[in-house]
């Protein structure tokens, strides 16, 4: 394994920690298994000899599948964190209450969108690399953004009349 394979690894989760870790969050919905599934990715990841090609969306694929996995290894009976659970301590002047509306709004969306609305907006991913992601097209990955917007702006609308 290369010092340069390790270091461009580093550097990655350096710069895409909390992204990561929200990310996982969202599809293993548990503080502790988004912490496993981020170190069972990297762990992973650091066994090959070289990086992919494409990064970014290549440990967000590693990262989805070790969340997965670690959702469902852990008890159904257990408590689930909120993916968007608020840390009041930084919030960053947010409104906490706002904050627990738009999470629960988040939870009622499918899976596919949630994630598509994750990556775009919170990871600041292109639809491209949040198909590659996936591994479903450009056109569905946008689709699922699309509807997941527009159900939230229905909900918002909704709450606001």
């Known amino acids: 394994m290369g010092d ?4 461009t690894l580093r550097r990655f989760y350096e710069a895409n920690r909390n992204e990561l ?3 996982a969050l969202a599809v293993s919905r548990s503080r502790e298994a988004a912490e496993d599934a981020i ?8 066994k090959r000899r070289r990086p992919p090609r494409e990064l970014r969306p290549y440990v967000f694929r590693c990262v989805r599948n070790a ?4 959702h469902r290894a852990r008890s159904r009976e257990a408590q ?8 009041e301590t930084h919030n960053n002047g947010h409104d906490p209450e ?3 509306q738009l999470a629960d709004m988040l939870l009622t969306l499918s899976e596919d ?17 949040i198909a590659a992601t996936r591994a479903v097209s ?5 689709s699922w953004y699309r509807r997941g917007i527009e159900k939230l702006r229905a909900l918002m609308q909704g709450d606001m009349e």
């Open 67 to 70: 969340a997965i996995d670690e």
């Open 39 to 46: 170190h069972t990715a990297f762990s992973r990841m650091l």
């Open 138 to 142: 450009v056109n569905t990955a946008a």
């Open 113 to 129: 969108e949630r994630e598509s609305i994750m990556l775009k907006i919170y990871s600041g991913m292109t639809f491209n690399e």
């Open 80 to 87: 689930e964190d909120s993916p968007f659970a608020i840390d």
């Open 4 to 7: 340069d394979h390790v270091e």
């Open 98 to 100: 706002l904050q627990r």
């Open 21 to 23: 870790f929200t990310y």
